[in-house]
């Protein structure tokens, strides 16, 4: 299990992300029917700039690991406690959008409002949430 403070979107919290991520066909799938490209940054919203970053190309991650700059599509900001809890308790549609109007869940980067609306991408946003919870367990793959 990874040490959530100081592994939090850390290159190695990264691979095992990329992990999850390529490893549920569904989910892959999906985001490939829609040929889904996109560069991805997490962090704290008390930071300057994301700590860590995926590049997906036709739904697969095809790169991953610490953010050092670089082009984003999308840059999605929460506090440690936030995120620990959406590990915990994958968030679905409702809690996302309750987390969004309340600040909670901020984007540096991207447009939330549209990408809600079009079920291709919400529905797999909100899965990405509990992808992200099976990091850091070896037993949780789909």
Known sequence: MYDFKSDLFSEQ?????EYQWNNDDEFVSALSQIK???SIAYGLKDEA????????????VI??????GGKLNWDLRATEDVWQDWFEHP????????????????????????????????????????????????????
């Open 91 to 142: 968030p679905g549609l409702m809690a996302l959008g309750m987390a969004y109007t309340s600040q909670k869940l901020k984007f540096i980067k991207g447009d939330y409002a549209s990408m809600i609306k079009d079920p291709s991408i919400a529905i797999p946003f909100v899965k990405s949430f509990v992808l992200m919870s099976r990091v850091g367990c070896e037993d949780c793959v789909s």
């Open 49 to 60: 700039k994301a700590r860590g970053y995926i590049e997906v190309r036709k739904g697969k």
């Open 36 to 38: 889904f490209n996109s």
């Open 63 to 68: 790169s991953s690991g610490e953010y050092s």
């Open 13 to 17: 919290w990264m691979a095992q992300f």
